[in-house]
């Protein structure tokens, strides 16, 4: 195990540390990175609130139109959550690939 000495583990450590530092100094000092975030930050709210919005509104519609006894608000209101949500990931990972 020559190759492997304390030293040599002790200068790899260093030159992770050294690394994540300088990488964590350059996105504060970078504004688009601040932006960026915020972009996501907006682009995921739209992302769900959307589908959930509209999924509220037509099971409003629904439950005025159609006597039933399941509330058609509910459902729809769950599934443009969970659109919502895919559609954020997708958006998400699309996002984190371009970058």
């Not at 969970?82 to 699309?94: D, M, P, Q, S």
Request: proline share 3%; net charge positive.
């Amino acid at each position: 195990m020559k190759g492997n000495t304390p030293e040599r583990q002790k200068a790899a450590f260093l030159k992770k540390i050294t690394r994540k530092a300088q990488r964590k100094l350059n996105a504060r000092q970078s504004p688009t990175q601040v932006w960026l975030g915020m972009r996501m930050f907006g682009l995921v709210g739209w992302a769900v609130t959307v589908p959930t919005l509209l999924g509220i509104a037509i099971g409003v519609w629904l439950d005025r139109q159609v006597q039933s006894q399941y509330s058609w608000t509910l459902m729809l209101l769950l599934m443009g959550l969970g659109l919502g949500c895919f559609n954020a990931w997708y958006w998400v990972t699309k996002e984190s690939q371009g970058h």
